[in-house]
């Protein structure tokens, strides 16, 4: 481990990328509070560093208390507390907005330096409930932590992503696979190079900007799609469905998709001309064809047996 640099506080930090800054801030030599709504699933990140280096606890980012606990005395925040669906109206502005400005306001306070990942598509007035509340956290993170560095990156890929990986168990099962505006294009971009970015925004350099993180690639979802079938091996039919069908499929209960998911998918999710990215923090990302195969391989016909893709 390195040397100490004194305590890191991560809020979702059990999350897909939470758990691969948690591992570069313990081995960078922080002590890291682990952030979570779930401290028992959570206990998966204490290996990562030495005994008792990373400490799971519980703060969700709608309890003032327990967040002022979880930032006290700490050197850095990290905030990367999200959900991609609401279980009840409101959880995205409760979540993405309130509770990241309640994060941005407590880390001020205690003089931490803060980095906030939100997403690209941010926008206070998107008509995807999503993308707004992602704006509006942003406002709200700028006006209690000016100094604050924003990180808005594409669609996060890797070995626990929930694209590839969602698409590929379905592509095991049936012979169809259904998307919505399949000419949308995204740049997708490897968690491990997001993860590196967070680190590099904490420094002093980074402060009071906005990155937006796309891979080297920007292809369309059907592209996407059709590569890790490629991948796969796997003889799929990719039918883009028709808008009206989708939104109907989405309005049934444990459809898988959303209204809300359908809008977000009408737009390109790709970095912005002139926007500062990766290029201005140092970092090459991976190309999709150097990562993807080594975590897809799984669902091959040749590959592992069906039960451990859906263990997986």
Same mark, same amino acid.
């Not at 059990?14 to 890291?32: C, K, M, P, T």
């Not at 995205?92 to 205690?110: D, E, I, N, P, S």
């Not at 064809?289 to 997986?312: E, K, M, V």
């Given at each position: 481990m390195g040397a100490a640099h004194g305590i890191a506080t991560v809020f979702g930090?059990? &999350?897909?990328? @939470? =758990?691969?800054?948690? /591992?570069?801030?313990?081995?960078?030599?922080?002590?890291?509070? !682990? $952030?979570?709504?779930?401290?028992?699933?959570?206990?998966?990140?204490?290996?990562?560093?030495?005994v008792g280096q990373v400490a799971p606890l519980?703060?969700?980012v709608s309890?003032?208390?327990?967040?002022?606990?979880?930032?006290e005395g700490a050197q850095i925040v990290i905030n990367l507390a999200g959900i991609l669906?609401?279980?009840?109206? &409101?959880?995205? @502005? =409760?979540?993405?907005? /309130?509770?990241?400005?309640?994060?941005?306001?407590?880390?001020? !306070? $205690?003089?931490?330096?803060?980095?906030?990942v939100s997403?690209?598509?941010?926008?206070?007035?998107?008509?995807?409930?999503?993308?707004?509340?992602?704006?509006e956290g942003e406002q709200a993170v700028r006006a209690a932590h000016p100094r604050a560095a924003i990180l808005r990156p594409s669609i996060v890929f890797g070995p626990q992503d929930e694209f590839f990986n969602r698409f590929a168990k379905m592509a095991v099962v049936s012979p169809i696979l259904p998307i919505v505006y399949g000419e949308t294009k995204f740049q997708p971009v490897f968690v491990g190079d997001v993860a590196d970015a967070a680190m590099l925004a904490l420094y002093p350099q980074a402060e009071g900007q906005i990155f937006e993180l796309g891979g080297p690639e920007q292809k369309s979802f059907r592209a996407l799609m059709r590569q890790m079938l490629d991948i796969i091996d796997r003889d799929c039919w990719i039918w883009?469905?028709?808008?009206?069908?989708?939104?109907?499929?989405?309005?049934?209960?444990?459809?898988?998709l959303t209204g809300d998911q359908i809008i977000l998918l009408a737009s390109d999710n790709v970095v912005a001309p002139g926007a500062l990215g990766f290029e201005t923090l140092g970092i090459a990302p991976k190309r999709l064809?150097?990562?993807?195969?080594?975590?897809?391989?799984?669902?091959?016909?040749?590959?592992?047996?069906?039960?451990?893709?859906?263990?997986?």
């Open positions: 930090a059990s &999350g897909f990328l @939470g =758990r691969h800054i948690v /591992q570069r801030l313990a081995e960078a030599g922080y002590r890291v509070r !682990a $952030a979570v709504r779930d401290v028992e699933g959570a206990k998966f990140l204490k290996p990562m560093g030495d519980y703060a969700p309890d003032e208390a327990a967040c002022m606990r979880a930032i669906a609401e279980s009840r109206t &409101g959880d995205f @502005g =409760r979540t993405h907005a /309130q509770g990241a400005g309640r994060v941005a306001r407590l880390a001020y !306070a $205690a003089g931490a330096r803060l980095v906030h997403a690209i598509g941010a926008n206070p007035a998107s008509a995807s409930s999503y993308a707004r509340s992602k704006g883009d469905m028709p808008v009206g069908l989708a939104r109907l499929i989405a309005s049934l209960p444990m459809a898988g064809d150097l990562i993807l195969p080594g975590y897809l391989q799984r669902y091959r016909a040749t590959g592992r047996r069906h039960a451990d893709i859906f263990n997986y």
